[in-house]
């Protein structure tokens, strides 16, 4: 069973910093995806940065020049250096892994996730 732990959320003001990590285990994929959503109430889940194993990157345009994904291959750590924060950033961030159906196809239907880690960035 795969497991992931988010650690590194908190209460921030407008335009600090926080660095959030997501540490994975107990899985085997050779190719694999890792992202990071986030989601408020009333709201769906929204995919903020994802990466594969193999280098490929993305990231959503309402976080651009502000947020960068990360993953350490050989930790299995995944990490979201999120600056300039906003109080449109304020939700619970989600790590999510999934095994990837072929080159960048990250499913995240088939995922697991961790439990979360909150973020609030007051004005």
């Known amino acids: 069973q795969v497991r992931l732990e988010e650690s590194g959320g908190g209460s921030v003001q407008t335009g600090g910093s926080l660095r959030l990590s997501c540490a994975a285990s107990y899985f085997s994929y050779s190719r694999y995806c890792m992202a990071w959503f986030r989601q408020v109430p009333t709201k769906e889940r929204e995919l903020v940065a994802g990466?594969?194993?193999?280098?490929?990157?993305q990231v959503a345009d309402s976080v651009k020049g502000r947020f960068t994904i990360s993953l350490d291959n050989a930790k299995k750590n995944l990490y979201l250096q999120m600056n300039n924060l906003l109080p449109a950033d304020t939700a619970m961030y989600s790590c999510?892994?999934?095994?990837?159906?072929?080159?960048?196809?990250?499913?995240?239907?088939?995922?697991?996730w961790g439990q979360g880690t909150q973020v609030t960035v007051s004005s």
């Open positions: 990466v594969d194993n193999e280098g490929r990157s």
């Open positions: 999510a892994i999934v095994e990837a159906a072929g080159v960048g196809a990250c499913m995240w239907e088939f995922g697991d």
